[in-house]
C-alpha cells in the first residue's frame, strides 16, 4: 500500500497530487487516536515524501491539521515549522511533536515572526527563552514575559527587569507573573508612576491579612469539610477541559454551577484555572467577605452579572442578607482586571513565600 501511494504521488499530476494529500491527511486526522503503528508510520511517510512538491496553501492547510496531532513524526513537524512564518506558525506555537532541541534550533535560526509563534508555546525551558530574549525584538520579549508557561532564568529575569523601566507592557506582565520573587515585585513596584505605586502598594496591603489569613486555615480540614460536592448534571473536569480549549466560558459556567449552590466545583474550576490550591480557593469562597473572591474572579474575566450569580450562592451558604450580595457586586464593579491580576500574582507569592517560612 506504502509503494502504491508514492508511486500515485510521483505519477499524478498536481492536480491529482493535491487531492492525495488531502485524502490521507483527512484519513490521518480523522483516526490518528486509534491507528496502529504501522497505519501511523504509513501515513507520515506518505506525507514526508510529499512534502517538497506540495505548493504553500497546502503545506499551510497541513500545518494547522497536523499541528494538534501527537502521531504526527517528527520530521514532517519539523519541516513545516522551518517553512515561511504563515505555514510553520501552528507547529511552533502548538504542536507537541517539536522536541526542546528542536525548538532550541530553530529560535537560533529563524526570524521574527518564527521566535514570536515559539514565544507562545505552552511550556518554554529556560535555555529556549534565554535564545527568544537575546535574539528576539520587543514583541519577542514582550510575549516571552506574558507567557507564565516560559521557565526564566536568572539571566533572563535580570533582562526583564531592566526592560520593564522602559517598557510598561514588559512591566506589566511581570507583575503578573507568579514565578518571580517578591523583591523583584518590589523593584516593578518601584519603576511605575508615583499615583500607580501608590495605589498597587495600597492593594497589596489591604490584602495581606486576607493572605496570611488563608493560609493558616488552609492547613486546617475544617475548611475544606465546609463544601459538600453535590450531585449535578454538569461534569466540571469536561467543562473545564472546554473552558481550556475555548469552547466554554469560564464566566457562564460559574453562573451554571452557582445556580445549584456547588460552590465544591465552582472551587475546583477556579483553582485550576488560576494555577491556585483548591485549599485555598475553596477558603475564599466561605468567608464572610469578598476581597479574595472579587480578585480571583475579576482575574480569572468573569462578568459581573455571573460574579452576582456566585456572589447568591456564597451567601446563601453562609447565610448573609442580600444587602450583603449588592455590597459585594457594587464593590465588584470598581476593581479592574489588570489590578486583579497583579494581586492574584502577589497572592501566589506571597504564599509560596509562607510555605517556604513554614517548611
Not at 290 to 306: F, K, N, P, Q, Y
Amino acid at each position: 500500500m506504502l509503494n502504491e501511494l508514492l508511486s500515485l504521488a510521483q505519477e499524478s499530476t498536481p492536480e491529482k497530487r493535491h487531492q492525495l494529500v488531502d485524502h490521507v491527511t483527512d484519513l490521518f486526522v480523522r483516526g490518528a487516536e486509534n491507528y496502529q503503528m504501522e497505519e501511523i508510520t504509513l501515513f507520515n511517510t506518505v506525507l514526508e515524501g510529499m512534502l517538497p512538491t506540495m505548493e504553500s496553501d497546502q503545506k499551510r492547510m497541513l500545518s494547522e491539521q497536523l499541528a494538534p496531532i501527537d502521531n504526527t513524526s517528527n520530521a514532517v513537524a519539523y519541516e513545516l515549522a522551518r517553512e515561511e512564518i504563515d505555514i510553520a506558525r501552528p507547529m511552533l506555537t502548538s504542536s507537541n511533536v517539536l522536541k526542546t532541541e528542536d525548538i532550541l534550533k530553530l529560535a537560533k535560526t529563524m526570524g521574527q515572526g518564527h521566535l514570536l509563534a515559539i514565544s507562545k508555546r505552552k511550556h518554554l525551558e529556560p535555555n529556549v527563552t534565554d535564545v527568544l530574549l537575546e535574539r528576539g525584538e520587543s514583541p519577542v520579549k514582550q510575549s516571552v514575559a506574558a507567557n507564565e508557561g516560559a521557565e526564566i532564568s536568572e539571566w533572563g529575569s535580570r533582562l526583564l527587569l531592566k526592560l520593564a523601566e522602559r517598557d510598561e507592557t514588559i512591566r506589566d506582565a511581570m507583575m503578573e507573573r507568579a514565578d518571580i520573587t517578591e523583591s523583584d515585585y518590589d523593584k516593578l513596584i518601584n519603576q511605575m508612576p508615583d499615583q500607580q505605586q501608590s495605589r498597587i502598594r495600597q492593594l497589596r496591603a489591604d490584602n495581606e491579612d486576607l493572605i496570611r489569613d488563608l493560609f493558616h486555615k488552609a492547613s486546617k480540614v475544617v475548611a475544606g469539610s465546609r463544601l459538600e460536592r453535590k450531585a449535578t448534571r454538569i461534569n466540571v473536569k469536561a467543562t473545564l477541559k472546554e473552558i481550556r480549549a475555548g469552547l466554554r466560558s469560564i464566566s457562564k459556567s460559574i453562573t451554571q454551577l452557582a445556580l445549584s449552590n456547588n460552590l465544591h466545583d465552582i472551587s475546583f474550576l477556579l483553582s485550576e484555572m488560576a494555577g491556585l490550591e483548591q485549599k485555598y480557593v475553596t477558603n475564599v469562597l466561605v468567608r464572610y467577605d469578598a476581597a479574595g473572591i472579587a480578585v480571583l474572579c475579576r482575574a480569572m474575566g468573569v462578568e459581573s452579572d455571573d460574579y452576582a450569580a456566585l456572589c447568591k450562592a456564597r451567601a446563601m451558604h453562609n447565610k448573609q442578607s442580600q444587602s450583603t450580595v449588592d455590597n459585594w457586586v457594587s464593590d465588584y464593579q470598581s476593581l479592574t482586571e489588570r489590578d486583579a491580576r497583579r494581586l492574584l500574582s502577589y497572592m501566589k507569592i506571597r504564599l509560596q513565600t509562607l510555605q517556604g517560612q513554614a517548611a
